[in-house]
């Protein structure tokens, strides 16, 4: 195999840039996006940026780090910031209920606003629909962004069935939003009869039937009112998600992609990273985190095995014998996870990686934030 | 052979946080049921493929391809739900509807039930599931001894298995929500067991305990904890205090190093005690865990750790650990 090393990515370069004013925490589930996402804008706040970090679920302990306790969907100050420099960080959890019913008071009259507020559709629309959570995060991330107040954000992504949801939900669901089928379904019967006809040359009669048999008529006529209160915002909703798709290509973005040397997450990460290079997004890098250690000094896998080996024989030096065994099965991880890591280099060569040490306890408060922000940018 | 502990379930639903490695877990469980002569169906609904990755086998069509053959016979087949082709299926199967189909395909509907409106891809990945584990063969007896889901993880589990509350809130009477109460009806059922996958740290298990409240509290069956990726201690446990505090007995180690032909010295004994301090202090960290994981008061199954990751061979290892401690 080729093992080229990838080159290092610069995480403080990328935080101290005056430039880069989005940060975009990206991967599978279980990699420690949150938590990356959470190091990176504790470090740049520390270094003299005002950031705010946008968190879609996070463990309740490391909320609580960041003084979260309730989730308001309002930048909160983090207390406990060494801001020697002039830093501020601020924290919010996404409320996507709260985000959508927020986008509706804004843009619709009082009286209209309360109408669909209390419609059963658009209540299952802004707590269940898939795709709900990934708009509202982008939609926060463009509010976040007009308002003009941070020097950078940072966006913890929701967690998905795919990575790539977080790019393509938004535009599912704006388009379902805006598009020909809300309408058709929104229409009263008789309309909507001729409606079909027009989309469909043939076979409506059995298209009408058989929304009405599938969905029933209970839903039609949710959806009925849903869409006759709503008519004011039509073209919004899909353009909404179209101008934070624009932002997100814009350079002062940059994705960071989290994984770790895991097949699964390393694959999802490839998927990623191939689907933000063919939509020309700027991916800043690659975090690997749960990296087992190698270090250069000391023995080999096979000279400690073999060593322990000898000891056995002796029937002696049980604590040393432990100790060797010890460190082979360490240097074994090490060289698995560093083979993981060529692998995916080869096939991104040009992706900038940075390697985060399996930490021996789970990071739930500053402290440990700090840690893993320090580890996010040591050159090894 | 033990009597397993999940006599009378016919549908065994795995999840685990991501990275817990839930779906290595279902396969496991799969095989170790086939074995002695049954037939068991794998299934898988995230759209990933992981059940051709595991198996080393071309990706699954939407069809029921065998996967493997099981210890002492018994047959492993393996299903890759796709929401689209479930949904075709799903409108051919209840409503006879053919070239209507592709008319609600042209208007967007199929990609509105498949990926938008809550429940309905659940519904629909479920369903291909509930029928599967319900069809029979001609002969009166059930086509397959066991159903294995590989779910969805963790933070959707109680959401994606709640497909009738999904779906009421949305079509309260018809046929879908119909559909959906036989659904629901098998998953809360004693013929249903939801395992739930962690490892022994600390966010794993609490989402493990978090997801174990949840599933009660929507009245769907826990079945049991199955802790992976188990590594033992290498140390015994006066060494493992001991390294913890720094305190091992640092000539004895060089003594046995000098003895194994190692003359490194000091900066060595140095490594190998910090390697040990960090070893101690993961092994004390898991030890919290297993009683976290104990108090759930769930049957717990531990699969120790495969080095060399998971090929077949180790499915059917970690298959055999199953059934020995009364999985299957």
Known sequence: MNTRPSAHFDVDGLLHDTRTRIIVCCGSGGVGKTTTAAAVALRAAEHGRRVVVLTIDPARRLAQSLGLTELDNTPRQVPGIANAGGGRLDAMMLDMKRTFDEIL????????????????????????????????????????????????????TPPSRSALDFLDAPERLGSFLDGRLI??????????????????????????????????????????????????????????????????????????????????????????????????????????????????????????????DRLVSTREHRLTTSLLRLHAANLRLATRDEHRAARFT???????????????????DLRGLREVGSELVAQR | MPVSDWEGVRLHVV????????????????????????????????????????????????????????????????????????????????????????????????EFATT??????????????????????????????????DAPPTGRITRFLSVNAAVTSLARVGPVSRHAAAITELISSPRTAVHVVTVLEEMPVQETADTVGDLDDAGIPVGAVVVNQVRRPLLTVRDLAAARQGRLDRLMIEAGLRVAGLTQGESLVDRLAAEAAAHAERVALEKRERTAVAALDRPTYELPWLPDGIDLAGLYELGAALSDQGAA
């Open chain 1, 105 to 156: 008071e804004a843009h619709a009259t009082p009286e209209k606003a309360g109408k669909i507020l209390a419609n059963p559709f658009y209540q299952a629309l802004s707590s269940s629909f898939a795709g709900t959570q990934e708009y509202m995060a982008m939609e926060k991330l463009g509010q976040l962004r007009a308002r003009d107040e941070w020097d950078l954000i940072v966006v913890d």
């Open chain 1, 183 to 308: 309408r058709l379904l929104g229409m009263p019967a008789r309309a909507g009869g001729r409606a079909y006809l027009r989309v469909l040359q043939a076979g409506f009669g059995a298209v009408t039937g058989a929304l009405t048999r599938v969905l029933g008529g209970e839903l039609l006529g949710d959806v009925q009112t849903f869409v006759a209160a709503l008519d004011t915002m039509f073209g919004g909703f899909r353009e909404r998600a179209d101008q934070t798709y624009a932002l997100l290509k814009r350079p002062e973005t940059a994705f960071v992609v989290v994984s770790t040397p895991e097949l699964d997450a390393l694959r999802e990460a490839s998927y990623f990273v191939e689907r933000l290079g063919s939509d020309a997004m700027p991916l800043a890098g690659l975090v690997l985190n749960r990296m087992h250690r190698e270090r250069p000094d000391g023995l080999s896998e096979h000279q400690a095995t073999a060593a322990a």
């Open chain 1, 346 to 364: 080869a096939a991104h060569p040009t992706v900038p990686v940075t390697r985060v040490p399996a930490l021996p306890i789970d990071v739930n």
């Open chain 2, 15 to 110: 999840t685990g946080k991501g990275g817990t490695g839930k779906t290595t877990v279902a396969a496991a469980l799969a095989l170790a049921l086939a074995s002695g002569g049954h037939k068991v169906l794998l299934v898988e609904v995230e759209e990933r493929q992981g059940l051709a990755q595991l198996f080393d086998v071309a990706p699954l069509p939407y069809e029921e391809r065998r996967l493997a053959v099981a210890r002492d016979g018994g047959d492993l087949f393996g299903l890759a739900v796709d929401a689209q082709q479930a949904m075709y299926e799903y409108l051919d199967l209840y409503y006879r509807l053919g070239r209507a189909g592709r008319a609600l395909d042209r208007m967007g509907i199929i």
């Open chain 2, 116 to 149: 938008v409106a809550p429940g309905m891809r659940d519904v629909l990945l479920t369903g291909k599931t509930y029928e599967a584990t319900r069809r029979r063969r001609t002969d009166g007896g059930f086509v397959y001894d066991a159903v294995v889901l």
